[in-house]
């Protein structure tokens, strides 16, 4: 049983790695607005060896205000669209800007879309209303394209917020969003701390039945030897 016992902690430290590196990662991201955590269960693999499994938790974090006319939350599931120079991508809101030509853009200048298209803003005074239409000045400017994903396992992650919809894409029955206001990540601080703690601990556990085993099996093969 030396050999097995070897491969099962092996293993055990493998996955205890990957579930390290998805909690730091959601740990350095807490201050992100908008960011979804990661997270990694364990199952077990031929009822032996623990196998670490990712998903993408879209759970509602908190929306605080910030008073900013073009910060915009969503406090409902879906998307808002943006066009990048590698196709649409889906954002859940965020400081939005107006660029030189007034377009209104996310924070890496990306047009944010609307559904008849780019959304144009040239006035002095921006309102968003819950169902995501935009008025200017008074005067309706259009609405936000928002967005769900039939299948949200299918969403990969590319980075700064964005997420790329390998599937298709659905327009959701009920929109609510707030302007002036910014979502926050879905990461608890605290219990991300606390995790690592305990990963940390179960590692150093693993790394010292390894070396008990090492010892043994030297021990096994000296006197198998001698025989």
Known sequence: MTVPAFVVAARTMAYLTQRQEVIANNLAN????????????GRSFDELFPEALASLDLKQGAVRDT?????????TD????????????????????????????????NPVMGLEGALHIRGARVEIEP?????????????LKVVQVA?????VKEGVGRF?????????????MRQGALEDANV????????MIQIQRAYS???????????VLGTLTSDIGRV
């Open 67 to 75: 008073g900013r006319t073009l910060d915009v939350a969503l406090e």
């Open 131 to 143: 169902d995501g239409t935009v008025v200017v000045d008074g005067a309706r400017a259009g609405k």
């Open 205 to 215: 556990t693993n790394a010292e039945v390894l070396r008990v085993l090492d010892s």
């Open 30 to 41: 807490a201050n992100t607005d908008g960011f979804k955590a990661d997270r990694i269960t």
């Open 164 to 176: 790329i919809a390998t599937e298709g894409t659905i327009a959701p029955a009920d929109v609510r």
């Open 78 to 109: 879906g998307f808002l669209v943006v066009s990048t120079a590698r196709g649409d991508r889906l954002i859940r809101g965020g400081g939005l800007t107006m660029d030189a030509a007034g377009l209104l853009v996310d924070q890496d200048g």
């Open 151 to 155: 299948n949200p396992a299918t969403l």
């Open 188 to 195: 608890d601080p605290m219990t991300g701390t606390v995790d």
